[in-house]
T-cell receptor, first 110, second 115 residues
Framework: EDKVVQSPLSLVVHEGDTVTLNCSYE??????LLWYKQEKKAPTFLFML????IEKKSGRLSSILDKKELFSILNITATQTGDSAVYLC??????????FGGGTRVLVKP | NAGVTQTPKFQVLKTGQSMTLQCAQD?????MYWYRQDPGMGLRLIYY???????DKGEVPNGYNVSRLNKREFSLRLESAAPSQTSVYFC??????????????FGPGTRLTVL
Protein backbone atom coordinates (compact mmCIF):
# COMPACT_ATOMS: atom_id res chain seq x y z
CA GLU A 1 0.00 0.00 0.00
CA ASP A 2 1.34 3.43 -0.99
CA LYS A 3 2.15 5.70 1.94
CA VAL A 4 3.08 9.38 2.28
CA VAL A 5 4.00 10.83 5.67
CA GLN A 6 4.44 14.51 6.41
CA SER A 7 6.08 16.14 9.40
CA PRO A 8 5.63 18.08 11.51
CA LEU A 9 1.84 17.95 11.84
CA SER A 10 1.75 21.65 12.58
CA LEU A 11 4.00 24.53 13.49
CA VAL A 12 3.76 28.14 14.55
CA VAL A 13 6.39 30.67 13.47
CA HIS A 14 6.77 34.44 13.39
CA GLU A 15 7.01 36.56 10.28
CA GLY A 16 10.51 36.46 8.85
CA ASP A 17 11.28 32.96 10.11
CA THR A 18 12.31 30.10 7.81
CA VAL A 19 10.18 26.97 7.70
CA THR A 20 11.17 23.47 6.56
CA LEU A 21 8.49 20.89 5.86
CA ASN A 22 9.23 17.20 5.39
CA CYS A 23 7.61 14.54 3.25
CA SER A 24 8.65 10.88 3.14
CA TYR A 25 7.06 8.24 0.94
CA GLU A 26 6.79 4.56 0.07
CA UNK A 27 5.12 4.26 -3.31
CA UNK A 28 5.13 1.61 -6.02
CA UNK A 29 5.89 2.90 -9.53
CA UNK A 30 6.91 6.40 -8.40
CA UNK A 31 6.47 9.01 -11.13
CA UNK A 32 6.69 12.37 -9.33
CA LEU A 33 6.21 14.25 -6.06
CA LEU A 34 3.95 17.27 -5.84
CA TRP A 35 3.48 20.01 -3.26
CA TYR A 36 0.17 21.84 -2.85
CA LYS A 37 -0.88 24.75 -0.65
CA GLN A 38 -4.38 24.65 0.83
CA GLU A 39 -5.91 27.70 2.43
CA LYS A 40 -9.62 27.67 3.07
CA LYS A 41 -10.67 25.92 -0.09
CA ALA A 42 -9.11 23.90 -2.90
CA PRO A 43 -5.46 22.86 -2.93
CA THR A 44 -3.37 24.97 -5.28
CA PHE A 45 -0.34 23.56 -7.04
CA LEU A 46 3.15 24.66 -5.97
CA PHE A 47 5.79 22.30 -7.37
CA MET A 48 6.26 19.02 -9.16
CA LEU A 49 9.54 17.16 -8.67
CA UNK A 50 10.64 14.18 -10.72
CA UNK A 51 14.44 14.17 -10.50
CA UNK A 52 16.66 13.84 -7.43
CA UNK A 53 18.82 16.71 -6.30
CA ILE A 54 17.37 19.41 -8.54
CA GLU A 55 15.95 22.29 -6.52
CA LYS A 56 12.81 23.99 -7.73
CA LYS A 57 12.25 27.59 -6.65
CA SER A 58 9.36 30.00 -6.80
CA GLY A 59 9.96 33.24 -4.95
CA ARG A 60 10.50 32.44 -1.29
CA LEU A 61 9.51 28.79 -1.71
CA SER A 62 11.85 26.02 -2.76
CA SER A 63 11.74 22.25 -2.81
CA ILE A 64 14.04 19.33 -3.45
CA LEU A 65 13.61 15.59 -3.88
CA ASP A 66 15.83 12.70 -2.77
CA LYS A 67 14.71 9.55 -4.60
CA LYS A 68 17.32 7.38 -2.91
CA GLU A 69 16.18 8.24 0.62
CA LEU A 70 12.53 8.67 -0.50
CA PHE A 71 11.83 12.13 0.84
CA SER A 72 11.32 15.73 -0.11
CA ILE A 73 11.53 19.02 1.75
CA LEU A 74 9.70 22.27 1.16
CA ASN A 75 11.38 25.44 2.43
CA ILE A 76 9.72 28.79 2.95
CA THR A 77 12.07 31.68 3.73
CA ALA A 78 11.17 35.09 5.15
CA THR A 79 7.68 33.84 6.01
CA GLN A 80 4.66 36.14 5.78
CA THR A 81 1.20 35.83 7.30
CA GLY A 82 -0.09 34.95 3.84
CA ASP A 83 1.97 31.75 4.01
CA SER A 84 -0.37 30.44 6.72
CA ALA A 85 -1.98 27.35 5.22
CA VAL A 86 -1.93 23.58 5.14
CA TYR A 87 0.85 22.27 2.90
CA LEU A 88 0.12 18.95 1.24
CA CYS A 89 2.63 16.55 -0.23
CA UNK A 90 1.43 14.03 -2.80
CA UNK A 91 3.18 11.32 -4.74
CA UNK A 92 2.14 10.45 -8.26
CA UNK A 93 2.15 6.87 -9.45
CA UNK A 94 0.96 4.91 -12.44
CA UNK A 95 -2.44 5.95 -13.81
CA UNK A 96 -1.81 9.57 -12.81
CA UNK A 97 -3.09 8.75 -9.33
CA UNK A 98 -1.97 10.83 -6.38
CA UNK A 99 -1.44 9.58 -2.83
CA PHE A 100 -1.55 12.44 -0.34
CA GLY A 101 0.09 12.88 3.02
CA GLY A 102 -1.87 14.22 5.99
CA GLY A 103 -0.52 17.74 5.53
CA THR A 104 1.42 20.19 7.68
CA ARG A 105 -0.48 23.15 9.12
CA VAL A 106 1.66 26.29 9.18
CA LEU A 107 0.62 29.37 11.15
CA VAL A 108 2.68 32.52 10.66
CA LYS A 109 2.16 35.13 13.39
CA PRO A 110 2.81 38.81 12.76
CA ASN B 1 -12.12 29.75 -18.01
CA ALA B 2 -13.89 28.57 -14.86
CA GLY B 3 -11.46 25.66 -14.33
CA VAL B 4 -13.05 22.94 -12.19
CA THR B 5 -16.52 23.66 -10.81
CA GLN B 6 -18.50 21.67 -8.27
CA THR B 7 -22.11 21.77 -7.13
CA PRO B 8 -23.46 22.05 -4.54
CA LYS B 9 -21.08 23.90 -2.20
CA PHE B 10 -22.82 22.63 0.94
CA GLN B 11 -25.29 19.82 1.61
CA VAL B 12 -26.90 18.29 4.67
CA LEU B 13 -28.43 14.83 4.34
CA LYS B 14 -30.17 12.43 6.66
CA THR B 15 -28.86 8.89 6.99
CA GLY B 16 -30.16 6.77 4.10
CA GLN B 17 -30.81 9.64 1.70
CA SER B 18 -29.15 9.71 -1.70
CA MET B 19 -27.53 12.52 -3.62
CA THR B 20 -25.24 13.26 -6.56
CA LEU B 21 -22.29 15.63 -6.48
CA GLN B 22 -21.60 17.26 -9.80
CA CYS B 23 -18.22 18.23 -11.25
CA ALA B 24 -17.32 19.86 -14.54
CA GLN B 25 -14.08 21.11 -16.06
CA ASP B 26 -13.50 23.33 -19.07
CA UNK B 27 -9.77 22.72 -19.54
CA UNK B 28 -10.17 19.83 -22.00
CA UNK B 29 -8.55 17.45 -19.51
CA UNK B 30 -9.01 13.75 -20.13
CA UNK B 31 -8.61 12.52 -16.51
CA MET B 32 -10.90 13.34 -13.60
CA TYR B 33 -10.86 12.38 -9.92
CA TRP B 34 -12.99 12.42 -6.78
CA TYR B 35 -11.35 12.80 -3.36
CA ARG B 36 -12.62 13.13 0.17
CA GLN B 37 -10.81 15.10 2.84
CA ASP B 38 -11.25 14.36 6.52
CA PRO B 39 -9.48 16.24 9.32
CA GLY B 40 -5.83 15.21 9.67
CA MET B 41 -6.04 12.65 6.85
CA GLY B 42 -5.11 14.61 3.76
CA LEU B 43 -7.06 13.72 0.62
CA ARG B 44 -8.08 10.17 -0.21
CA LEU B 45 -8.98 9.04 -3.71
CA ILE B 46 -12.52 7.65 -4.06
CA TYR B 47 -12.78 7.02 -7.82
CA TYR B 48 -11.07 8.27 -10.90
CA UNK B 49 -11.63 8.31 -14.64
CA UNK B 50 -8.49 8.15 -16.74
CA UNK B 51 -10.45 8.97 -19.88
CA UNK B 52 -14.01 9.34 -21.11
CA UNK B 53 -15.81 6.02 -20.80
CA UNK B 54 -13.57 4.53 -18.11
CA UNK B 55 -13.77 4.62 -14.33
CA ASP B 56 -11.71 2.89 -11.64
CA LYS B 57 -11.80 2.53 -7.88
CA GLY B 58 -9.43 4.47 -5.70
CA GLU B 59 -8.49 3.99 -2.08
CA VAL B 60 -11.96 4.40 -0.49
CA PRO B 61 -14.70 3.52 -3.05
CA ASN B 62 -17.21 1.77 -0.76
CA GLY B 63 -20.57 3.52 -0.58
CA TYR B 64 -20.00 5.56 -3.75
CA ASN B 65 -20.64 5.29 -7.47
CA VAL B 66 -19.45 7.50 -10.29
CA SER B 67 -20.43 8.39 -13.84
CA ARG B 68 -18.20 9.95 -16.45
CA LEU B 69 -21.00 11.60 -18.42
CA ASN B 70 -18.75 13.07 -21.11
CA LYS B 71 -15.26 14.53 -21.28
CA ARG B 72 -16.25 17.56 -19.18
CA GLU B 73 -18.38 16.02 -16.44
CA PHE B 74 -17.76 13.47 -13.70
CA SER B 75 -20.41 12.89 -11.02
CA LEU B 76 -20.22 11.15 -7.65
CA ARG B 77 -23.29 9.46 -6.21
CA LEU B 78 -24.05 8.42 -2.65
CA GLU B 79 -26.88 5.88 -2.85
CA SER B 80 -27.56 5.61 0.90
CA ALA B 81 -25.67 8.22 2.88
CA ALA B 82 -24.06 7.31 6.20
CA PRO B 83 -22.60 9.58 8.92
CA SER B 84 -19.13 8.19 8.05
CA GLN B 85 -19.48 9.94 4.69
CA THR B 86 -19.50 13.36 6.34
CA SER B 87 -16.52 15.03 4.70
CA VAL B 88 -15.35 17.63 2.21
CA TYR B 89 -15.38 16.28 -1.33
CA PHE B 90 -13.03 17.58 -4.00
CA CYS B 91 -13.12 16.96 -7.70
CA UNK B 92 -9.92 17.32 -9.72
CA UNK B 93 -8.81 17.01 -13.33
CA UNK B 94 -5.57 16.64 -15.22
CA UNK B 95 -4.10 15.84 -18.60
CA UNK B 96 -2.79 12.31 -18.74
CA UNK B 97 -0.53 11.54 -21.67
CA UNK B 98 1.45 8.30 -21.73
CA UNK B 99 4.12 8.27 -19.02
CA UNK B 100 4.14 12.04 -18.60
CA UNK B 101 2.73 12.97 -15.19
CA UNK B 102 0.86 16.26 -14.90
CA UNK B 103 -0.47 18.15 -11.92
CA UNK B 104 -4.10 17.92 -10.94
CA UNK B 105 -6.32 21.00 -10.69
CA PHE B 106 -8.93 21.03 -7.94
CA GLY B 107 -12.46 22.35 -7.65
CA PRO B 108 -13.63 24.41 -4.65
CA GLY B 109 -15.08 21.44 -2.80
CA THR B 110 -18.47 20.32 -1.45
CA ARG B 111 -18.96 20.19 2.31
CA LEU B 112 -21.33 17.29 3.06
CA THR B 113 -22.83 16.55 6.45
CA VAL B 114 -24.80 13.35 7.05
CA LEU B 115 -26.94 13.38 10.19
Amino acid sequence: EDKVVQSPLSLVVHEGDTVTLNCSYEVTNFRSLLWYKQEKKAPTFLFMLTSSGIEKKSGRLSSILDKKELFSILNITATQTGDSAVYLCAVGAAGNKLTFGGGTRVLVKP
Amino acid sequence: NAGVTQTPKFQVLKTGQSMTLQCAQDMNHNSMYWYRQDPGMGLRLIYYSASEGTTDKGEVPNGYNVSRLNKREFSLRLESAAPSQTSVYFCASSIQSGRVFNEQFFGPGTRLTVL
